[in-house]
């Protein structure tokens, strides 16, 4: 069974420009997860899907951010216009409670770095 | 949701036992206790969860007092492939009305010598 997919694993930017980062959860996963770590810092949850719902955003730092799960399969989370302090790496997760209960299935996750 | 305490390093030698204690003081009645590892470059990966007692697989064992209050991660005769960090989180989809967002703190960078 194939695990969650992130594209890109790398991305180099400059400030200002948009980067749009991909999430392929485990198939019939429907909660899907994005987290982020800053340098130093520990890893942030950022929002929650449940199918194509958005479940919970509480932890989207602004209005730069915006996520997306149409289909409620893959998910794309776009920065536009990328700052400095964005730089990181972002994780996406997928779980299957009924199956797997609150177990969490992580992708290798992408690093961001603006410049 | 129940605020997770561990240490924030540990060291250790090959074919040595390690015993990563995590403090959940308040931790809810319906709350489960849930250790990840995350290797360098890498996104955590599940390792062990339990509510009660012990539970143990193939990769450790969870040791979790009647009062709930801590749990300790082992892992019996680690290697130089464990060098990783260890993340004890607690929650649960009833605790969180119906929304489970795992929490990670800054978890315990285990390092393994030779």
């Known amino acids: 069974e194939a695990g969650v997919t992130q594209f890109p694993s790398h991305s180099v930017i400059e400030k200002g420009q948009t980067v749009t980062l991909r999430c392929d959860p485990i198939?019939?996963?429907?909660?899907l997860y994005w987290y982020r770590r800053v340098m130093g810092k520990e890893i942030k949850f950022l929002l929650h899907f449940v199918k194509e719902s958005k479940q919970d955003e509480s932890g989207m730092p602004n209005n730069r951010f915006l996520a997306e799960r149409t289909g409620g399969t893959y998910s794309t989370l776009k920065v536009q216009p990328a700052e400095l302090e964005d730089s990181g790496v972002y994780f996406c997760?997928?779980?299957?409670?009924?199956?797997?209960?609150?177990?969490?299935?992580f992708g290798s996750g992408t690093q961001l770095s603006v410049l | 949701l129940a605020k997770t305490t561990q240490p924030i390093s540990m060291d250790s030698y090959e074919g040595q036992e390690v015993n990563i204690t995590c403090s959940h003081n308040n931790i809810a009645t319906n709350d489960y206790i849930t250790w990840y590892q995350q290797f360098p470059s890498q996104g955590p990966r599940f390792i062990i969860q339990?509510?009660?007692t012990k539970v143990t697989n193939e990769v450790a064992s969870l040791f979790i007092p009647a009062d709930r209050k801590s749990s300790t991660l082992s892992l019996p005769r680690v290697s130089l492939s464990d060098t990783a960090v260890y993340y004890c989180l607690v929650g649960d989809r009833a605790s969180s009305g119906g929304s489970y967002i795992p929490t990670f703190g800054r978890g315990t960078s285990l390092i393994v010598h030779p």
């Open positions: 997760a997928s779980s299957h409670p009924e199956v797997w209960g609150e177990k969490l299935f």
């Open positions: 339990g509510y009660k």
């Open positions: 198939s019939g996963h429907d909660n």
